[in-house]
C-alpha cells in the first residue's frame, strides 16, 4: 500500500501492487491532510519517448528503453490471454505510463478519460504479498489491464452518453473495490505460476483474519475497513472471494456480470445483476464463502500438529518490520506504524519487557545496529523534489537525533559488519538491483562496490554479513521464489544455499556463524528454518499457525516477527526452539509464462509529442448561478497523457444579466515552474456596496508556481500578474443613506502567494492531529502596473493541529483545532471592501453538498455577509472528540456511516474599516454532530449537524447543516 499512485485529472485511482504485505505497507495509514499537494506529476528534466504496439502506446522516459520493450511484449502477450477471458477488446490503444519515480512496487490504471496504466519500474520486495511471482513485470501488467479490459467494458446508455459528451462513465467503476482488486488479484494468479492467490504470505492473512475472529462483513469489505488490515482487504478478501465464485459458477459467471453491469442504467445494482448470472445473491455466497474458508482454514491448523509455545512480546499489531538487537543483546529494536502515528523506531528491553518509543520516520523501511549502539535506518525521502527514494539515515536512540547520510542514492535493506564496513541494495536501474558495498558509514554517499547484480527482473534482498564479516547471505530471486546464497567477499564466490520453490526469505547467521536462520513456506506457513552450514542439514525451528519471520537470537533465546489477526508484534519461542524435520518446498502449479515475454521482438520508438492526446476530452453542458439568476452553458476540457499541458473552458449565458461570459484556464507541468494562463468574464457581487449591485469583471491572470514537496510536508511559492477591468452590471436603485456605488475602471496586480501543510491524520483520525496549515497572500496595485488604483493587501490563514493529551495508552484522537484568518487592505479600491464576514448562507447548501466541502470561513451564530470591511480578523477553536465508529451499512449498498464524531467550537471576527477594536469582536459559539459518510464506495465527506449561538449584537441562534470540514 503506498502513499501516492493518485494522479489528476481521473475520476478514480485504483492502487495496486503493494509494495509490501498489508503489515508491511502502512505508510498509508497517514495523509497530507490539507494545503499544498504537489501539482506536477513528474519531474520536468525527464524527456519522454514512445513505444508503439498494436494495442498499446507505450510512454517512458531516458533510460528506460529496454524495460520498456520488456513492457511492450507482456502487454501484447496480455492482450492475447486476457480480451477473451474478459470478452471486451478496447477500441483505441491503452497508454502505459512507465516512470521509474518511486522505490516502490506500484501500479495504477483508469479507463477515463482514456484507458491508461501507470507502471513504476521497482521490483517486489521479498517480505510482502507480490513475491509470489514468476516475472514480476508479467504479473504487474496482467492485473493492471484487468482493471483497463473491465471498466473499458461500456455499453447502453453510458456508451451513448461517452460517444456525446467524452468518455467520463464506466458503470463497472461503480462497483466496489473488492470486486475490482478482487478480479485483478485473481486473473495475475491464474495466467502464471505466480500471484497472490498461490502465496503462503497472502494466504496467512486471511487465515488469521477468519480463525482470528475478525471476519469482515460484505457491507465493510465494500467501503475502507477502519481494521486491520484495511483497505489490503479488497485485495486480500475479494480475491479469493472472486476465486470461490469461479470455482462455484465458472469464470463465465464473472465475465457475465461484467457484461451485464456495463450496460445497466442504474448503478450499483450489484446482488439483482449477481442473481441474473449465478442465481445466488453476493450476500448468500459470501455468507457460504466464510463458512468454506473457515472450515478450511481449521483443518489446514489441525493438520499442522502440535504447535510450537510462543510468548508475544508486544500488542501493538498492524505493521512492524526489521528487529535487530543491540550489539549487547538487551535491546531490540523495529519499526512500528499503526492507525493512530506516524511510523517510530521502537526500542523494546528483554529484561523489563517494556518497550518505547525512540523517534518518528517516515515510512516502514529496514534497519541495522551500528556497533557503537546507533541504529542505521532506510526510509523514504523526497529527492529532486518530486522522486520518492530510499536514502541512509543515523538515528542516536540515546538522543532521539537523526542524520541523513544519503540523498537519492536508493539504499535498503542495510546491515553493518563489526569493522564498519555498510552493505546495502541498491536500485540500479530501471526494475534492476544489487547488493553494493561501502568501506565505512562515512563513504555511503559515494558510490559503492557492486557485490552482487541481479538479472533482469530478478530482485536481490537483505544482505548480511557473517560475525567474522568474511561472508555474506542474502535472498535473490529465480525463476519462481526467493532463494539463499552466500557471497565470499575475499574470492567473490557465490554458493547456492537453497535453490527450489520455497520462498526463503530474511536470512541472518547465528552468533557463531555456523548456521543460517531464515523464514520459510515450506509446509504451507512461513516458520523459522536453520541451515547448517557444514551439513547443510535443514531444520524447522518453530512451528505456528500465523507465521513466523525476520527470526534472531539475543541472549540465547529465539526472536521473530509473529503474525496474528491483529497484524505483526514481536514474539519468541517460550522454551527451546522445537527443531523439527523441514517440510519438503511447496508445489506450484499454474500455466507457463508467454512465450513472448522471452522473445527478442523490438518495438519502434519516436519522441513523446502531447498532441494527439490533447484534443478535447470531455464537453458537458452546464447549469449553473450568478448574482444575476441562473447560467447555462457548455465545459469543455482536456489534457494531454502524462498531465503536461491542461486545460478547460466555460462559457455561458446569463439568464437575468442577458450576456455571455466565460473562463478558459491552461496550465503547463512541462517546466518548473507550473505556469498558469487564465481569463474570464463573470458577475461579482462587491462587499460594501449596494446590496443589489452588480459588477462585470473582466480579467487576465498569469501564475508560476513553484512546489517544493518533503516526505511529510509541502508547500508552494506563487507569483502572478493579474490585470481587471471593472464596469457595472446591474445597478440597484440608490438610497440618499445608502453606500455609493464602486468607481469603474483597470485593476493591475501583483500577485505574491505562499502556502505550507505538514498537518497530519491517521486512519483512526476525525480530522487532522498533528501539525499545521498556513498560506500568506501578498497583491499591489499602482499605475507602474497599468492600474486605475493603487492599493495593497494582505491576507492569510494559519492552522495548528494539536491532539489533547490524556491518559490512556493509545492516542484518543481528540482534536483541539486552532484557526486564526486575517486581511488588511490599504489604498483605494474604489469603494469596494475587500473582505466579508459571516455565518453560512442558507442558498449555498445545496452547493456545498455537491462540492462536499463547508465554506473555508465562518462566523457561526451570525448572519451570512453580516459584516465587512478593508479589514478583517477571524479566529476560532474547535474541540473535536470522536463518539464511535460504526460502520454502519447494508451489504453491497452504497452508502456507509463510518463514524460518528462531535466539535465544539467558539468563533470570533471581525470585519471592519478603521482602526481595530478588540472589544469590538463578534462571538460565537456551538457544537456539531458530524457523520463521516461513504457514498458510493469512494467518496467521503462530513455531514454537520449543530446549533450556533451568536453572543454579541446581532447574534442569532442557528441550526447549521454543512457539509466538509470547516478548517
Known amino acids: 500500500m503506498t502513499v501516492r499512485a493518485t494522479r489528476r485529472g481521473s475520476s478514480r485511482s485504483i492502487p495496486d501492487a503493494r509494495a509490501r504485505s498489508a503489515g508491511l505497507a502502512l505508510a498509508a495509514v497517514l495523509v497530507l491532510a490539507t494545503g499544498t499537494a504537489l501539482a506536477q506529476p513528474y519531474d520536468p528534466s525527464l524527456h519522454f519517448s514512445t513505444?508503439?504496439?498494436?494495442?498499446?502506446?507505450?510512454?517512458?522516459?531516458?533510460?528506460?528503453?529496454?524495460?520498456?520493450?520488456?513492457?511492450?511484449?507482456?502487454?501484447?502477450?496480455?492482450?492475447?490471454?486476457?480480451?477473451p477471458l474478459l470478452g471486451h477488446q478496447p477500441s483505441e490503444p491503452t497508454h502505459i505510463l512507465l516512470v521509474d519515480v518511486d522505490d516502490s512496487a506500484n501500479g495504477y490504471a483508469t479507463p477515463v478519460p482514456r484507458n491508461t496504466i501507470e507502471l513504476l519500474a521497482a521490483p517486489p520486495d521479498s517480505r510482502?504479498?507480490?513475491?509470489?511471482?514468476?516475472?514480476?513485470?508479467?504479473?504487474?501488467?496482467?492485473?493492471?489491464?484487468?482493471?483497463v479490459l473491465h471498466l473499458d467494458t461500456i455499453r447502453g446508455p453510458a456508451r451513448i452518453l461517452n460517444a456525446i459528451f467524452g468518455k467520463s462513465l464506466s458503470p463497472n467503476d461503480a462497483w466496489p473495490h473488492w470486486f475490482l482488486e478482487g478480479l485483478a488479484v485473481y486473473d495475475e494468479s491464474t495466467l502464471s505460476r505466480g500471484g497472490r492467490l498461490k502465496s503462503a504470505l497472502f494466504d496467512m492473512e486471511l487465515r488469521e483474519q477468519i480463525?482470528?475472529?475478525?471476519?469482515?462483513?460484505?457491507?465493510?469489505?465494500s467501503n475502507a475497513p477502519l481494521e486491520w488490515p484495511y483497505d489490503d482487504a479488497w485485495y486480500l478478501d475479494g480475491s479469493h472471494f472472486l476465486d470461490y465464485l469461479a470455482q462455484r459458477h465458472g469464470m463465465a459467471s464473472i465475465r457475465g456480470i461484467s457484461q451485464e453491469n456495463a450496460g445497466t442504467w442504474i448503478p450499483y445494482f450489484l446482488n439483482t445483476i449477481a442473481l441474473d448470472q449465478t442465481g445466488d445473491s453476493f450476500r448468500a455466497m459470501y455468507r457460504d464463502w466464510l463458512q468454506a474458508m473457515r472450515t478450511r482454514y481449521l483443518a489446514q491448523v489441525r493438520a499442522l500438529g502440535p504447535l510450537t509455545p510462543e510468548r508475544r512480546l508486544t500488542f501493538d499489531g498492524q505493521g512492524r518490520i526489521s528487529p535487530r538487537a543491540s550489539p549487547d543483546g538487551r535491546t531490540i529494536y523495529s519499526i512500528l506504524a499503526d492507525a493512530d502515528a506516524r511510523p517510530r523506531l521502537m526500542a523494546f528491553d528483554i529484561a523489563s519487557g517494556t518497550e518505547r518509543a525512540v523517534v518518528d520516520v517516515n515510512d516502514l523501511g529496514g534497519l541495522a545496529v551500528l556497533p557503537d549502539g546507533r541504529v542505521l535506518l532506510a526510509q523514504t525521502e523526497i529527492a529532486h523534489n518530486y522522486e520518492a527514494y530510499q536514502d541512509l539515515f543515523v538515528v542516536d536512540p540515546a538522543r532521539g537525533s537523526f542524520e541523513q547520510l544519503t540523498h537519492g542514492a536508493r539504499l535498503s535493506d542495510p546491515d553493518v559488519a563489526t569493522d564498519g564496513r555498510v552493505v546495502a541494495v541498491q536500485r540500479v536501474g530501471p526494475g534492476r538491483t544489487a547488493i553494493v558495498l561501502f568501506p565505512s558509514l562515512e563513504q555511503a554517499s559515494r558510490p559503492g562496490r557492486v557485490l552482487v547484480e541481479a538479472s533482469d527482473l530478478e530482485p536481490v534482498a537483505t544482505p548480511r554479513f557473517s560475525p567474522d564479516g568474511r561472508q555474506l547471505v542474502y535472498a535473490i530471486h529465480r525463476g519462481l521464489s526467493f532463494d539463499l546464497q552466500i557471497l565470499d567477499l575475499a574470492t567473490g564466490t557465490r554458493t547456492d544455499l537453497t535453490h527450489d520453490d520455497a520462498q526463503d526469505i530474511e536470512p541472518s547467521f547465528t552468533?557463531?556463524?555456523k548456521q543460517v536462520l531464515f523464514s520459510s513456506d515450506r509446509g504451507g506457513v512461513f516458520d523459522v528454518c536453520e541451515i547448517d552450514l557444514a551439513?547443510?542439514?535443514?531444520?524447522?525451528?518453530?512451528?505456528?499457525?500465523?507465521?513466523?519471520?525476520?527470526?534472531?537470537?539475543?541472549?540465547?533465546?529465539?526472536?521473530?516477527?509473529?503474525?496474528?489477526?491483529?497484524?505483526?508484534?514481536?514474539a519468541r519461542e517460550n522454551g527451546k526452539p522445537s527443531r523439527l524435520p523441514a517440510p519438503p518446498p511447496p508445489t506450484i502449479s499454474g500455466p507457463a509464462l508467454p512465450a513472448a515475454l522471452s522473445a527478442k521482438t523490438r518495438y519502434p520508438v519516436h519522441r513523446y509529442s502531447p498532441l494527439p492526446t490533447l484534443w478535447p476530452q470531455l464537453w458537458l453542458p452546464t447549469i449553473g448561478a450568478d448574482p444575476a439568476g441562473t447560467t447555462l452553458g457548455l465545459l469543455v476540457e482536456g489534457a494531454d497523457v502524462l498531465d503536461d499541458y491542461e486545460y478547460n473552458a466555460q462559457a455561458w449565458w446569463s439568464l437575468g444579466a442577458k450576456e455571455p461570459d466565460f473562463a478558459v484556464a491552461a496550465l503547463t507541468n512541462a517546466i518548473a515552474p507550473t505556469v498558469e494562463l487564465d481569463a474570464s468574464r463573470t458577475l461579482d457581487l462587491v462587499p460594501g456596496a449596494p446590496k443589489d449591485y452588480v459588477e462585470r469583471t473582466t480579467t487576465a491572470r498569469a501564475l508560476a508556481t513553484w512546489y517544493f514537496r518533503?516526505?511529510?510536508?509541502?508547500?508552494?511559492?506563487?507569483?502572478?500578474?493579474?490585470?481587471?477591468?471593472?464596469?457595472?452590471?446591474?445597478?440597484?436603485?440608490?438610497?440618499?443613506?445608502?453606500?455609493?456605488?464602486?468607481?469603474?475602471?483597470?485593476?493591475?496586480?501583483?500577485?505574491?502567494?505562499?502556502s505550507f501543510s505538514n498537518a497530519l491524520s491517521f486512519i483512526d483520525s476525525i480530522s487532522p492531529e498533528q501539525g499545521r496549515s498556513l498560506s500568506l497572500t501578498l497583491r499591489g496595485s499602482a499605475p507602474l502596473l497599468g492600474s486605475d488604483f493603487t492599493t495593497a493587501s494582505v491576507d492569510g490563514a494559519w492552522t495548528e493541529y494539536l491532539r489533547v493529551p490524556l491518559p490512556f495508552r493509545r492516542p484518543t484522537h481528540h482534536v483541539l483545532a486552532l484557526h486564526l484568518a486575517g486581511g488588511l487592505s490599504l489604498g483605494a479600491l474604489g469603494g469596494r471592501q475587500r473582505f466579508g464576514l459571516g455565518g453560512p448562507s442558507t442558498v449555498n447548501?445545496?452547493?456545498?453538498?455537491?462540492?462536499?466541502?463547508?465554506?473555508?470561513?465562518?462566523?457561526?451564530?451570525?448572519?451570512?455577509?453580516?459584516?465587512?470591511?478593508?479589514a478583517f480578523v477571524l479566529a476560532s477553536a474547535e474541540y473535536r472528540f470522536p463518539l464511535f465508529a460504526p460502520?454502519?451499512?447494508?451489504?453491497?449498498?452504497?452508502?456507509?456511516?463510518?463514524?460518528?464524531?462531535?466539535?465544539?467550537?467558539?468563533?470570533?471576527?471581525?470585519?471592519?474599516?478603521?482602526?481595530f477594536h478588540l472589544d469590538r469582536m463578534h462571538t460565537g459559539i456551538g457544537a456539531e454532530l458530524r457523520l463521516e459518510l461513504v457514498l458510493g464506495y469512494d467518496l467521503s465527506t462530513v455531514l454537520r449537524v449543530g446549533y450556533a449561538r451568536g453572543l454579541d449584537r446581532g447574534g442569532e441562534n442557528q441550526l447549521l447543516l454543512l457539509f466538509g470540514a470547516s478548517y
Open 211 to 221: 480463525l482470528g475472529g475478525r471476519a469482515l462483513s460484505l457491507s465493510r469489505l
Open 535 to 570: 551439513t547443510r542439514a535443514l531444520t524447522r525451528l518453530t512451528n505456528v499457525a500465523g507465521g513466523a519471520f525476520e527470526p534472531l537470537f539475543a541472549g540465547g533465546r529465539l526472536y521473530y516477527l509473529g503474525y496474528g489477526a491483529a497484524g505483526w508484534d514481536l
Open 887 to 915: 460502520e454502519l451499512g447494508y451489504s453491497t449498498f452504497p452508502l456507509q456511516l463510518r463514524r460518528v464524531f462531535g466539535a465544539a467550537f467558539v468563533d470570533s471576527g471581525e470585519a471592519f474599516t478603521g482602526p
Open 128 to 147: 510482502g504479498e507480490l513475491n509470489q511471482f514468476q516475472d514480476w513485470l508479467w504479473q504487474l501488467i496482467v492485473h493492471e489491464y484487468t482493471h
Open 710 to 754: 518533503r516526505f511529510y510536508s509541502s508547500s508552494a511559492l506563487s507569483v502572478g500578474y493579474q490585470l481587471s477591468q471593472l464596469s457595472p452590471a446591474l445597478v440597484p436603485e440608490l438610497k440618499p443613506s445608502g453606500p455609493p456605488l464602486p468607481e469603474q475602471g483597470r485593476l493591475a496586480t501583483a500577485l505574491l502567494g505562499f
Open 511 to 513: 552468533a557463531d556463524g
Open 845 to 870: 447548501v445545496l452547493s456545498d453538498a455537491l462540492a462536499l466541502q463547508s465554506p473555508s470561513t465562518l462566523l457561526r451564530g451570525y448572519p451570512a455577509d453580516f459584516m465587512s470591511g478593508r
Open 51 to 83: 513505444l508503439k504496439t498494436p494495442h498499446f502506446l507505450i510512454h517512458f522516459h531516458q533510460g528506460e528503453e529496454p524495460l520498456a520493450q520488456a513492457v511492450a511484449r507482456a502487454a501484447e502477450a496480455a492482450n492475447l490471454l486476457l480480451v
